[in-house]
């Protein structure tokens, strides 16, 4: 199933990390999902992909608490049917409302970002609810305890 299909094997590339200390004035960011090794940072993304081959994309997002310890935001999952076509192209569509979940900030090779990004369809897609974006970002470490998330 597609769905389930690994991302691409390339890590995001970044500058040098700041001190962990201050990492709490900073904006907060999420990463992609690897596509081509390109330096995928993305703040409040109205769009973003899932497969990189356009395949899946995430569709006008609206989030809420963006910076806190977890955001969200409602939007539309559209997603080529491939079950009888070779081509994302020519394959009809499917769109779907989902709540994306963004949780778990980190310190990633300088940036503030959220560490897990969960897609909840509002109505399950061939008995799937929850679909995670793998995301590679490099060189994650917690936030300093009491530091705000």
Known sequence: MRFFAAFGASALMCGASPPLGSAA???TWMGGPGCGGAKEWRQHPVAFPYFCDGAAVV?????RNWGRSTATAQATFNEALLSSHNSVASAPRRRSSVTITATHIELCSGHRAYTSIKIHYAVPAKGISTLTLPSFLPHCRPLVRGRTQ
Do not use: I, L, N, V
């Open 59 to 63: 569709e006008g997002a609206r989030w």
């Open 25 to 27: 004035g900073q904006a």
